[in-house]
């Protein structure tokens, strides 16, 4: 027994010459909030993919519960996708939005729609924006339109990429709150892709550093800023750092 949920052994991804992931190995526990950190182009969108499974990994394994799915296709895996850009479809309503994944599953009209009405109140989304398409939307509700959309099947595990990167600092304390209590509220396990460090400090319960395709450590944001092991972690660090002893 364990108390992972999800497992992630020697996956490796290639894109002809680049490692896109090279070797990884780490876990998350259920209920904890896992950030994945790393400069462009290290990986990070690449792992949540071969977790999703519409990345099809070169080598290693995937298990969900100690059960392998590295086989088992994106639909029956339980998992929720937030991409970066939200993923919203552009020519439905926020509540044809957020019943999708519902329609598909086969869920009935009437079970749908109490779902999406608790998920529209959980994301303090008014009635009056339910009609509306995404476009009418600001940056900060498509965010949470797309994440009850995510949420609607209840999954046991999502996956945000960088849910922080397209919104300025005002909406980002806006849809934070939503973030950090997704395992209370919703029993969701959750992994972001965070492209600042500082948020990843501020949210996380554990960070992966990701450096070309490699996993240079995992450390709880306390373990990470005092004990950097690897230079390119400390770069990564030293803006955070220096700010801490000014601020001290
Ligand atoms: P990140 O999300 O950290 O910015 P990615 O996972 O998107 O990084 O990309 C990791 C590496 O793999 C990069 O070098 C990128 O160019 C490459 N890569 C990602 N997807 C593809 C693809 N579909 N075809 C070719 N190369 C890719
Ligand atoms: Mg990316």
Request: glycine share 8%; with cysteine.
């Amino acid at each position: 027994m364990n108390g992972n949920l999800l497992t992630i052994e020697h996956l490796t991804k290639r894109y002809g010459q680049v490692a896109a992931l090279d070797d990884v190995s780490f876990a998350v526990q259920k209920g904890e909030r896992f950030g994945v950190v790393g400069e462009s182009g290290s990986g990070k969108t690449t792992l949540l993919r071969c977790i999703l499974g519409i990345t099809i990994s070169d080598e290693g394994r995937v298990s969900l519960e100690n059960k392998d799915i590295t086989g088992v296709p994106v639909e029956h895996r339980g998992i929720g996708y937030v991409p970066q850009d939200f993923g919203l479809f552009p020519h439905l309503s926020v509540s044809e939005n957020i019943a999708f994944g519902l329609r598909i599953q086969k869920i009935s009209l009437q079970e749908t729609r109490s779902r999406v009405e608790t998920l529209l109140k959980a994301m303090q989304l008014s009635e009056e924006l339910m009609s509306r398409k995404p476009r009418e939307l600001s940056g900060g509700q498509q965010q949470r339109v797309a994440l009850a959309r995510a949420l609607a099947v209840s999954p046991k595990l999502l996956l945000l990429d960088e849910p922080l990167s397209n919104l300025d600092e005002a909406t980002k304390d806006e849809v934070l709150p939503y973030l950090r209590t997704l395992s209370d509220r919703f029993g969701t396990t959750a992994m972001f892709v965070i492209h600042t460090i500082q948020d990843a400090l501020d949210l996380c319960d554990r960070i992966g550093v990701f450096h070309r395709g490699r996993l240079l450590q995992v450390a709880t944001p306390h373990e990470l800023v005092g004990k950097p092991t690897t230079p390119q972690v400390s770069r990564l660090l030293a803006g955070i750092r220096q700010n801490h002893t000014h601020s001290s």
